[in-house]
């Protein structure tokens, strides 16, 4: 197990363009969150997954934004109609439910709308 | 309101010195403190992780101390290394049966100079 995987580590794409990210967790953790990280910041919480069900949604979660993780594994972050605003550093950690430890963190995926 | 603060904003060390960065928290009760390190363009990188009965955890040169009743923590970097020069990363976790939270600090930025 390699941890935490995201893909692409950057996506620039046009205004108004749709963009799809993928992360894959580490194997036996139930638990997936997505974060968004700009410059300077530290990271927001976007939303989390127990499994495949979406537990939680931040409000920074405009309804351009939807989440997936059809299977309990992988997790795709889709943003529909990408505004210049979007441009920031998403990151994707897993966990096991019940621990407080073991929160791993993937190496982000960068977003730059033109 | 759950908040994490982090002094210095930014930091600049000689090479081979020492250096101490500060983290206050407002968050109650609360789990687990970490300190991630982030290096520029990547996912955090946990270093510590202390429960609230903790005082002190160590991790080679870095050595995280906290202090419950006044809600401060610090990381101490000991003969700073090139390496070292990255965002330091306050986190306070929120008790497990929150669904989610981390309450992220906003980072320290260290540049070590040699």
């Known amino acids: 197990d390699t941890g935490v995987s995201q893909n692409p580590r950057h996506k620039i794409t046009k205004r108004g363009q749709n963009v799809t990210f993928r992360c894959d967790p580490i194997s036996e953790h139930n638990r997936l969150y997505w974060y968004r990280q700009t410059l300077g910041q530290g990271p927001e919480f976007l939303t989390y997954?127990?499994?495949?069900?979406?537990?939680?949604k931040s409000r920074l979660l405009s309804d351009r934004f939807s989440a997936e993780r059809p299977k309990g594994s992988f997790s795709t972050l889709e943003i529909q109609r990408t505004e210049q605003g979007d441009s920031a550093m998403y990151l994707c950690?897993?966990?096991?439910?019940?621990?407080?430890?073991?929160?791993?963190f993937g190496s982000g995926t960068r977003l730059t709308v033109v | 309101k759950n908040q994490v603060e982090q002094s210095p904003q930014s930091l600049i060390i000689l090479e081979g010195k020492n250096c101490t960065l500060q983290?206050?928290?407002?968050?109650?009760?609360?789990?687990?403190l970490r300190w991630y390190k982030q290096d520029t363009g990547r996912g955090p990188v946990s270093l510590t992780i202390?429960?609230?009965s903790e005082n002190t955890k160590s991790n080679g040169r870095y050595t995280a101390t906290l202090d419950a009743d006044t809600k401060q923590s610090s990381l101490h970097i000991t003969a700073s290394q090139l390496s070292d020069s990255a965002s330091y990363i306050c986190v306070v976790t929120l008790p497990m049966d929150s669904n989610y939270q981390l309450i992220w600090g906003a980072g320290t930025k260290l540049i070590i100079k040699p």
């Open positions: 997954f127990q499994n495949e069900a979406q537990l939680e």
């Open positions: 950690a897993s966990s096991l439910s019940g621990q407080a430890y073991g929160y791993t």
């Open positions: 202390m429960t609230f």
């Open positions: 983290c206050n928290y407002t968050v109650s009760p609360f789990s687990n």
